[in-house]
């Protein structure tokens, strides 16, 4: 019942609430981001961390740094606060976490399946895998000829199973194939994501809905740019669509429909919560759509501590420090490149 969570949330959650609440008080803040573009160096940039949260996971990192090496500390302390939560967490607290990470394992399945369609090494792409979506079987992924035997072989004993039963095909795997089970997967997950949602009510249903729903109508105009141009029917995309949001089920319709960017610049203006997004780019524009898009996550994503009681604080905060991530990827890249003239092109401030 809305509101009444208060009187019982702080037995189970209310002290990694507190935890997720601290964490997120270590987020770099504006006047860091300013700090970090003025670097020279990367190792400018090590010495600049040295004074956040990020300190102690560089400080034992000899110099010559590499743009790789930052953006694997940072997410080793993602990964270490994301572990602590997990093993503090009672249910449905610990169920909502795991859920948090399906994510991560789709994008490793599709990255060693892929990695090995192009005849890649299972080690170097297990190395790239994001250490948040990592499960036991990963590396017999390389064995599978089909989906039919993905799944047999490997996924069936996974958290992805369920979310496979509109991939499985005993179609041979190629770069297509791969992409819409990479969206079927998504959609599936993002759908059980939502439905999960719903059950604790309250604060984590109403707040979990609206981000989710943005995240689904995100994926949703991301699926109608890439595959312009496409052998994909309109069937078939308005199939890789989640089945809500607040693009559902008319805006799919037209999204389904178009056949260029303006097009969907004109569906999306009709709903006012996108129009401030489309607004940012000029016609014909699609580069700096992930930036738009992103911004307005992170706006969404930071309201959400603006209420207590409700699980939405620890999806936000997660997302949260993977955006900060990104951004210390960004600016670590130019300055390696020596590309200073473009660090802010992809800094979405948080604060």
Not at 182 to 201: H, S, V
């Amino acid at each position: 019942m809305y509101g009444f969570e208060a009187l019982t949330f702080n037995i189970h959650g209310g002290y990694l609430e507190a935890i997720v609440r601290g964490h997120r008080s270590g987020l770099l803040t504006a006047a860091d981001y300013n700090n970090l573009c003025q670097c020279e160096t990367l190792d400018d940039i090590k010495m600049h961390l040295s004074a956040t949260e990020y300190g102690p996971y560089l400080q034992n990192e000899p110099s010559p740094l590499h743009t790789t090496t930052i953006v694997e500390k940072c997410t080793l302390k993602l990964v270490d606060e994301y572990k602590h939560m997990l093993c503090q967490a009672t249910e449905p607290l610990s169920t909502f976490l795991e859920y948090i990470t399906y994510g991560h394992m789709i994008d490793n399945v599709v990255l060693i399946v892929t990695g090995t369609l192009h005849e890649r090494d299972v080690q170097e792409l297990l190395e790239k895998c994001h250490p948040l979506g990592m499960f036991d079987s990963i590396a017999t992924l390389a064995v599978a000829q089909n989906m039919h035997e993905l799944y047999r072989l490997v996924l069936v004993d996974t958290p992805l199973a369920p979310y496979f039963s509109e991939c499985i095909t005993s179609e041979d795997l190629d770069d297509m194939n791969i992409e819409i089970m990479r969206n079927t997967l998504y959609k599936a997950y993002l759908e059980d994501f939502y439905k999960f949602c719903q059950k604790p009510g309250g604060a984590t249903a109403e707040i979990m809905s609206d981000l989710l729903a943005f995240e689904a109508d995100r994926r949703a105009v991301n699926i109608t740019i890439n595959s312009i141009g496409t052998e994909l029917t309109r069937d078939d995309r308005r199939k890789l669509y989640s089945n809500f949001g607040l693009l559902y089920p008319y805006g799919h319709e037209e999204l389904a429909a178009c056949e260029d960017i303006d097009q969907v610049r004109a569906v999306m203006e009709k709903y006012p919560p996108y129009q401030s997004i489309f607004a940012k780019l000029s016609y014909g524009e699609s580069q700096m759509l992930d930036k738009a898009f992103y911004e307005e996550d992170v706006k969404r994503l930071c309201l959400a501590f603006e209420q207590q009681f409700h699980y939405g604080v620890f999806f936000a905060y997660m997302r949260l420090r993977e955006q900060e991530i990104r951004n210390l990827m960004w600016i670590s890249e130019c300055v390696a490149q020596n590309q200073k003239s473009r660090v802010h092109d992809s800094v979405v401030f948080i604060f």
